[in-house]
């Protein structure tokens, strides 16, 4: 395994949420990246952000991790989720916030 791989793999086995994103969740610089942090946001989950931006290495590494081809990319609990479309799904559905409740992931009740 390769530097970038190890460190992504501690990344997302570290962290309860990782977002593997371009730009920051303090400042999207895509829309679909921005779309993922709203939601998490919105469910008040803590999570870290992880700008490939500002790494070529990372931004390919990350798509060879998870065998997908898109960024922004979600984990939770080391199991990758998905990219921006598949949580939204989620999300709509109710499925995500349910997701983390069954992870133990503290997400803020429904307003």
Known sequence: MSGVQEFIDNEVKSN?????????????QCGFSGQVVQMLD?????????NVLADQEI??????????????????????????????????????QGHFEEKGIAVRGAA
Do not use: H
């Open 16 to 28: 309860d949420v990782v977002l593997f994103m371009k730009g920051t969740p303090q400042f999207p």
């Open 42 to 50: 919105y469910l008040g989950v803590t999570y870290k952000g992880i």
């Open 59 to 96: 931004r390919q590494g990350i798509k060879d991790y998870s065998n997908w081809p898109t960024i922004p990319q979600l984990y939770v609990k080391g199991e990758f989720i998905g990219g921006c479309d598949i949580v939204r799904e989620m999300f709509q559905a109710g499925e995500l």
